[in-house]
């Protein structure tokens, strides 16, 4: 105590415009602390609300700007700022200092500066100025101390989610993207993998479901354990009985030795079932057992084996109104929907294409040897197009342009192929030419949600299988390049 006393003697200065440097309290009455209370809490936003505390406590203190700065990150940054002039320069003082300081001339006024402290924690600081040719209050460092305080809760609520925005950037390189959608997407993998709760990952084909569902197990706790997966559509109920929970031998015609289902390979790590949706209601009730009770029973068994086991399930459907349809157990969809994360499609995001395209670029051309580079109006053609097949779509016409393009020089767009340069605006105008080309990106997006099974794109769109058939060639879509995954 005498050493801040001491410091704060020698920072004082005869020749400061301030009515009064004593420490005496000398607060403003108790109605101005609720008016600061007020307006720190009539925010959600916890930058806005700092703004409208500082905002209030430049008005109250006639000063002429009010820094809020934080070292959270490494280097003095600045966090919200209100007022004119040039910036304050004594945060990073009172940061290292951890006290008060000021009043104090600094070029062009006088400056106060008050730690923001949350708990044991400095957190940040606060720093008023006031231009030379302004009084200083004489109660002005009391109530920045009582700004701090209010702001403290708010400041850091504010910078640890910027801490976990970091963080997600560098913690899930793999989803590239720079928009807000895949930002969100970032942050909730992380959160996710912290929590112990089953995840379920919604999103068209080829959005990158499984990169995520492997982050969320490389971020986890259970890192060090293994990750299975197992595409649920790809295989019929009598072997994916045995695929999951194993079996013994003799259990069945080719059964000839006992083997572990992928429940128990992933005991104490993570088990993705992807296309969970396109399971059957036998495998269903199967796999409920095996998730509500965490135990398993091989195909021939009469004994259950205890796991444990994290299981994150993807699927290309809107898993609610499967439920709702009857297409799926809501008793299973309750225990596999605790944590949901949804990853957007790629038109829902243009700004992520052309990063998406460099990147994928740079890896092709590493692989073939290629000095060539990708023009910037390619990347503009690139990202107008819609991406029915997503991310998957857009690796596979970089490769492919990769081996059309020459081995130097700039990839202009005439080589792109015919289907990203229908994207443009047409340049006849003509309104029968504008129709087919909607209809033709409706049914390819259509074709697209439903991952290329042609029954259910067909009730997406109101028209029978066949009525789709005849759609496809009218727009002269090469059903060939149509997979068609169901059928019935």
Same mark, same amino acid.
């Given at each position: 105590?005498?050493?801040?006393?001491?410091?704060?003697?020698?920072?004082?200065?005869?020749?400061?415009?301030?009515?009064?440097?004593?420490?005496?309290?000398?607060?403003?009455?108790?109605?101005?602390?609720?008016?600061?209370?007020?307006?720190?809490?009539?925010?959600?936003?916890?930058?806005?609300?700092?703004?409208?505390?500082?905002?209030?406590?430049?008005?109250?203190?006639?000063?002429?700007?009010?820094?809020?700065?934080?070292?959270?990150?490494?280097?003095?940054?600045?966090?919200?700022?209100?007022?004119?002039?040039?910036?304050?320069?004594?945060?990073?003082?009172?940061?290292?200092?951890?006290?008060?300081?000021?009043?104090?001339?600094?070029?062009?006024?006088?400056?106060?500066?008050?730690?923001?402290?949350?708990?044991?924690?400095?957190?940040?600081?606060?720093?008023?100025?006031?231009?030379?040719?302004?009084?200083?209050?004489?109660?002005?460092?009391?109530?920045?101390?009582?700004?701090?305080?209010?702001?403290?809760?708010?400041?850091?609520?504010?910078?640890?989610?910027?801490?976990?925005?970091?963080?997600?950037?560098?913690?899930?390189?793999?989803?590239?993207?720079?928009?807000?959608?895949?930002?969100?997407?970032?942050?909730?993998?992380?959160?996710?993998?912290?929590?112990?709760?089953?995840?379920?990952? @919604?999103?068209?084909?080829?959005?990158?479901?499984?990169?995520?569902?492997?982050?969320?197990?490389?971020?986890?706790?259970?890192? @060090?354990?293994?990750?299975?997966?197992?595409?649920?559509?790809?295989?019929?109920?009598?072997?994916?009985?045995?695929?999951?929970?194993?079996?013994?031998?003799?259990?069945?015609?080719?059964?000839?030795?006992?083997?572990?289902?992928?429940?128990?390979?992933?005991?104490?790590?993570?088990?993705?079932?992807?296309?969970?949706?396109?399971?059957?209601?036998?495998?269903?009730?199967?796999?409920?057992?095996?998730?509500?009770?965490?135990?398993?029973?091989?195909?021939?068994?009469?004994?259950?084996?205890?796991?444990?086991?994290?299981?994150?399930?993807?699927?290309?459907?809107?898993?609610?109104?499967?439920?709702?349809?009857?297409?799926?157990?809501?008793?299973?969809?309750?225990?596999?929907?605790?944590?949901?994360?949804?990853?957007?499609?790629?038109?829902?995001?243009?700004?992520?294409?052309?990063?998406?395209?460099?990147?994928?670029?740079?890896?092709?051309?590493?692989?073939?040897?290629?000095?060539?580079?990708?023009?910037?109006?390619?990347?503009? @053609?690139?990202?107008?197009?819609?991406?029915?097949?997503?991310?998957?779509?857009?690796?596979?016409?970089?490769?492919?342009?990769?081996?059309?393009?020459?081995?130097?020089?700039?990839?202009?767009?005439?080589?792109?192929?015919?289907?990203?340069?229908?994207?443009?605006?047409?340049?006849?105008?003509?309104?029968?030419?504008?129709?087919?080309?909607? @209809?033709?990106?409706?049914?390819?997006?259509?074709?697209?949600?439903?991952?290329?099974?042609?029954?259910?794109?067909?009730?997406?769109?109101?028209?029978?299988?066949?009525?789709?058939?005849?759609?496809?060639?009218?727009?002269?879509?090469?059903?060939?390049?149509?997979?068609?995954?169901?059928?019935?």
């Amino acid at each position: 105590m005498l050493l801040q006393r001491e410091i704060g003697r020698r920072l004082s200065r005869d020749d400061l415009p301030t009515v009064s440097t004593s420490r005496a309290p000398q607060l403003r009455p108790s109605a101005l602390s609720v008016t600061l209370l007020r307006a720190a809490h009539e925010d959600d936003d916890d930058k806005e609300a700092i703004r409208r505390l500082i905002d209030r406590a430049a008005h109250e203190l006639f000063a002429s700007r009010i820094d809020v700065l934080s070292a959270a990150a490494g280097p003095v940054t600045l966090v919200c700022s209100v007022g004119e002039g040039l910036p304050t320069r004594l945060g990073p003082r009172v940061l290292e200092a951890a006290f008060p300081i000021g009043p104090e001339r600094q070029a062009g006024g006088s400056e106060i500066g008050a730690p923001v402290r949350f708990g044991t924690r400095v957190v940040g600081v606060i720093v008023c100025r006031w231009p030379i040719d302004r009084i200083v209050p004489a109660d002005a460092a009391e109530l920045l101390e009582l700004i701090a305080v209010i702001a403290a809760p708010r400041l850091d609520a504010l910078l640890a989610v910027r801490r976990d925005e970091a963080r997600a950037w560098t913690a899930v390189p793999e989803l590239l993207g720079v928009s807000d959608a895949m930002a969100n997407v970032r942050k909730a993998i992380v959160r996710a993998a912290a929590a112990p709760f089953a995840v379920l990952i @919604e999103g068209e084909s080829g959005v990158g479901k499984e990169l995520a569902a492997r982050a969320v197990h490389q971020l986890s706790p259970r890192r @060090e354990r293994k990750f299975c997966d197992v595409n649920c559509a790809a295989l019929p109920d009598e072997l994916l009985e045995s695929e999951l929970f194993g079996h013994t031998r003799g259990a069945f015609s080719g059964a000839v030795v006992d083997r572990a289902g992928l429940f128990e390979e992933a005991d104490g790590g993570t088990l993705l079932l992807d296309e969970v949706a396109d399971l059957s209601s036998r495998a269903q009730a199967k796999l409920l057992r095996a998730v509500q009770q965490q135990e398993v029973r091989r195909v021939g068994e009469s004994f259950s084996r205890k796991i444990d086991v994290r299981v994150v399930a993807a699927a290309n459907r809107d898993m609610r109104a499967e439920a709702a349809a009857g297409r799926f157990r809501q008793d299973l969809l309750y225990r596999l929907d605790v944590v949901r994360i949804h990853i957007p499609p790629l038109r829902e995001r243009p700004a992520d294409i052309a990063v998406l395209a460099e990147h994928c670029w740079n890896g092709a051309t590493a692989r073939t040897g290629s000095k060539a580079r990708l023009s910037p109006a390619t990347l503009a @053609e690139l990202s107008r197009y819609q991406w029915p097949g997503n991310v998957r779509e857009l690796q596979n016409v970089i490769a492919s342009l990769v081996v059309a393009a020459p081995h130097r020089g700039w990839v202009r767009p005439s080589m792109l192929p015919p289907a990203i340069g229908l994207a443009t605006p047409l340049s006849s105008g003509r309104l029968a030419d504008a129709r087919e080309q909607f @209809e033709r990106r409706f049914v390819e997006l259509a074709l697209a949600r439903a991952s290329g099974n042609r029954a259910r794109a067909a009730r997406s769109l109101g028209l029978t299988r066949q009525g789709l058939m005849k759609v496809l060639a009218r727009l002269r879509l090469d059903q060939s390049l149509v997979p068609d995954t169901e059928s019935c």
